[in-house]
């Protein structure tokens, strides 16, 4: 999912394209390159994975985390291999095989995009109602069809590039408030450590290990965007692009276990309840002044990912049908189909559904590399993962 203004189309049309100009040693293409997946993996995350590890694992979150982004950088592996491997072989007269599995990911990847834009403006809804003291299920399945609508009216009539442009700006108030929350939370812990009753910790609520195992593989969503480096071969070279994608999760995991570190002394606040939006009440615990410029964030951050998103998703179904369906009406299937999930699921059911859809575009990346391998060690590497992600795919449950 892009959220820095560079839309991909599909891969067919990267790799119709001129190769991109070589940036190799280029310090300032490397910046931009990890740009979209880094803005991709903060897009959401950071709003919702602390209830959910919180809610399931307890004191254990920054375990649970670890294993999520380690699962996730072997998925990048596969998605790096594809980047130096696959798309040459997919230039010229591919196998079947490998051209069967890359087409039907295109179409996987058109369902988590579609699914993904209901999620994010979910998001915004719980974390602009639950501010206003309004955030009911009602409420937050009308404002969120509002803005879906809404996105769907400007795609419409004027494009969406427009709305696109908010996203370089919503990439830097992300990032800020990903400070600030990582600087109040760290403060918090440094007093109530020295305090009389020092830092308190909490219970999670009682899981088998079979409901953690299905709970933790719903989260793969929070850390989902290093693959979007595949997206951008008309911009940056192979080189470029492989290493943004490995510095993306280098920086997201490091950034993502300090953050949930910090933030497990501040959870017991929020006595059992474990909701969307419950980060507002954490960042109240720590500072009331972080509410009112994290609501503005998460509106931003999720706004701007679910154009991005929308951009993405019609543009892929555009070339997924041969340019048979306009982009118009790619719009309002994929609008629609965002307003349908919405009034049928809840944010953390969603969560869930969009780790699998993912988690399902990821295995079909596996069976391309595994059909343009040489290698049995490697093979096995990548059949390994498929595997994990099937189970994902198929076991995977919102947090209870």
């Not at 880094?38 to 294993?67: D, K, N, R, W």
Request: glycine share 6%.
């Amino acid at each position: 999912m892009l959220k820095t203004g560079q839309v991909p189309g599909s891969k067919e049309q990267h790799m119709q394209r001129k190769p991109a100009i070589s940036h190799h040693g280029n310090p300032s293409a490397l910046l931009r390159a990890t740009c979209t997946p880094l803005a991709s993996i903060f897009g959401s995350g950071f709003l919702v994975m602390v209830p959910i590890l919180a809610g399931a694992v307890g004191i254990y979150a920054v375990v649970a985390m670890a294993l999520v982004c380690a699962l996730a950088y072997c998925v990048g592996t596969v998605i790096r291999f594809n980047i130096r491997f696959a798309e040459p072989v997919l230039k010229n007269n591919p196998p079947e095989s490998t051209l069967t599995f890359e087409r039907s990911s295109d179409l996987a990847l058109v369902l988590a995009y579609v699914i993904s834009v209901s999620l994010y403006l979910h998001i915004l809804s719980a974390f602009v109602l639950g501010s206003l003291h309004l955030d009911t299920q009602f409420n937050e399945d009308l404002l969120t069809s509002a803005v879906i609508a809404f996105i769907v009216t400007i795609g419409i009539s004027r494009g969406l590039k427009g709305l696109a442009a908010i996203e370089g700006l919503a990439l830097v108030v992300t990032l800020v408030i990903i400070v600030l929350l990582i600087g109040s939370f760290a403060l918090y812990d440094l007093h109530a450590w020295q305090s009389p009753r020092g830092l308190q910790f909490f219970q999670a609520n009682p899981h088998s290990l079979w409901e953690i195992l299905t709970i933790v593989a719903g989260t793969l969503i929070v850390v989902q965007g290093f693959e979007t480096t595949r997206y951008l071969g008309d911009t940056f070279d192979t080189g470029t692009r492989i290493r943004a994608s490995r510095l993306s999760q280098i920086v997201s995991t490091a950034v993502y276990l300090v953050f949930i570190s910090l933030s497990l002394p501040l959870v017991h606040t929020l006595n059992g309840k474990y909701g969307d939006n419950s980060l507002i009440h954490i960042a109240a615990a720590a500072s009331a002044m972080l509410v009112a410029p994290l609501v503005v964030a998460a509106a931003m951050s999720q706004f701007s990912a679910a154009v991005a998103d929308t951009l993405a998703a019609t543009g892929n179904l555009e070339e997924v049908t041969h340019h048979q369906l306009k982009i118009r009406f790619a719009t309002v299937l994929v609008g629609g189909g965002a307003i349908a999930l919405t009034w049928t699921a809840d944010t953390m059911e969603i969560v869930s559904l969009a780790s699998r859809a993912f988690a399902f575009y990821y295995l079909l990346q596996c069976l391309v590399a595994i059909s343009v391998s040489q290698s049995t060690r490697q093979r096995i590497f990548f059949a390994l993962i498929a595997a994990a992600l099937g189970f994902i795919a198929v076991f995977a449950v919102p947090a209870s």
